[in-house]
């Protein structure tokens, strides 16, 4: 009886500690890099649960405080607790690069977001936006911008103040494609040169929190703003129903109406209906042809910038600085005038029309996704051809996937999954198939997240190189699904480059812990059906670590086996995937044991921490 009454007084003060810690936030504080308080309503991310608001809630990434508003990342520069005021700073432009903004924000939406009443000072704040245009333009209120300019199309960015930039004020042949905020204390000259624009973007924007504001518009009430002395106050509207004339009047007004319409909509108004529902039918279709013939007239398909052979010289410093080797072709480092990174792949000597080379080009090209490399340029001579990439400077996931916490694998993982996804056009279909999946082909950014590169390439080489002979002297014959080597295993798809994602995943989980290779028999095993069999015998050793930790390794394990399955039609779908790495790891079943292929397809048994051995043919194998 005294156990009982002990445990019942110990869940009452556990009850009574955390109702206290949720009705006072205020007593939790974090700090992240510059940010040496962030408390009530902020909140970081691995915060307590009790702690802060969760709809202001932060993440610190590489000791920077970030902000995910509307869908873009912006560096938190400064909380202000007295005048309920923070400084933000885009992630693209912060550290004053020639860039654009990570996502289009304009005026509008700030001012609609109910935690964000609005822009701090209107008299210091601007609106920097950001134009493409296919022919050179003389207007001094336009500012061009280096690094996304080229002899094809030209990027400018203008200055407005607190108004956005209407479509009258749009030089022709341009395009406004992204808008940021600013905030930038200093007089702006009328036409400043784009030294002052650099400054502008790195300078940020500030905008006012409010708690009371956030509830005030969940109340479906209005926000006033009040100051008392140096606090700033907000309280909501007196209640009050400003539709309730309007809705009498309407409800009078519709039931006139009906009392109408019911004597004659037999012989009148039917037959009106129908005629004037035929007649805007007929209208809109001619409106919509006519657009669309005017469009076609007017509008120029947007391509890369083309270079000639010295350009690629001159900009890769003639490939003094080499960084990577694929089975297309050699990178190199190099720099565009601007000073812009780029990455120079130099693609292996076939033939091919001119045309058709510059077509796919400027297909692959117009791909844009945030996990997706760019293609800015290209160069195309006889049997010579280059492709201009944006440098990522973290370099591929090859070889720095044991420097990473299960956390962020799992975050590179599921960018990588949705950049896929997007090739290959969501459930739509099968759009872009990339055909060389592997982790030499992961790139990361300045952030580490994740961007596919050489999407498309094996589609430019001429179609009497098989899969075989494009890949049988690479690495990447490590991930090749099995009917990319025997067409006895059916035809390429989407589901080949599911197949080799899922053996990135395998790689990435394995490839985080120490392995017991004495427990295989046998010195070659088939990579997918090595790891079942590890899971069968409880032998991935995931106790080592955390429970969360633990959690990631086995999802990637577990979908890693279901993406590697022998037949094409038992895997799933790369939106499927996105799904599985989003969802919970309770709702994944495990998959059948895989099957080895007929062609004896192996691979080493991993000896250390990081596993790079590649899936080989017995034919190919070298003895031993």
Known sequence: MKKLSALFYFLIFLFINETLARKNPRICSSSCGDLPNISYPFRLKEDPAA???????????????IMNFHGGLYYVKRISYDDH???????????????LPYRSLSMKEVQLDARYPGLVNFNYSYALNYVRCFNNISDLGYSRVPCLSGNISHVYVNITGYSSLSSYDIPKSCKVIATAPVFYEETVQQYPPY?????????GFQMTWSVECRDCRA??????????????LFKCEEEYDYYADFRLIYTVFAAVWLTAIIGFVRFILLPLVVFAFILHKYFSTRKKIDVREESSQTQQ????????????????????????QGCFGTVYKGQLPGGCSIAAKMLGSFKVKEEIFINEVSRISRIHHPNVVPILGFFSERSKHALVYQYMPNGSLYGNSHSFSWEKLHEIALGTAQGLEFLHGGSDGCSVIHLDIKP??????????????????????????????????????GYMAPELISRNFGDVSCKSDVYSFGMVLLELAS??????????????????????????????????????????????????LWCTQTQASDRPSMTRVVQMLQGNIDDLEMPPKPVSFSLNICVTEPESDSPKEMLIPKSMERST
């Open 51 to 65: 702690c802060g608001d969760p709809d202001f809630e932060l993440s610190c990434e590489n000791n920077k405080t």
């Open 85 to 99: 005021t923070v400084h933000v700073a885009d992630v693209n432009l912060a550290n004053g690069r020639c860039s």
């Open 195 to 203: 030294e002052t624009v650099l400054k502008m973007q790195e300078s």
């Open 219 to 232: 109340m479906d009430r209005g926000c006033v703003y009040k100051s008392r002395d140096t606090t700033f």
């Open 301 to 324: 398909p947007w391509t890369p910038e083309r270079y000639n052979y010295p350009d690629i010289l001159a900009m890769s410093n003639n490939f003094k600085d080499k960084i990577g």
């Open 440 to 477: 030499q082909n992961i790139l990361l950014d300045e952030n580490f997240i994740p961007k596919i590169s050489d999407f498309c390439l094996a589609k430019l080489f001429p179609k009497k190189h098989d899969f075989m002979s494009l890949y049988a002297t690479s690495e990447t014959i």
């Open 511 to 560: 490839g985080r812990r120490n392995v017991d290779v004495d427990a295989i028999n046998s010195s070659k095993v088939h990579f997918p059906s090595w790891v079942y069999e590890l899971n069968e015998r409880g032998d991935l050793e995931l106790e080592n670590i955390t429970k969360s930790d633990a959690i990631i390794a086995r999802k990637l394990f577990i979908i890693g």
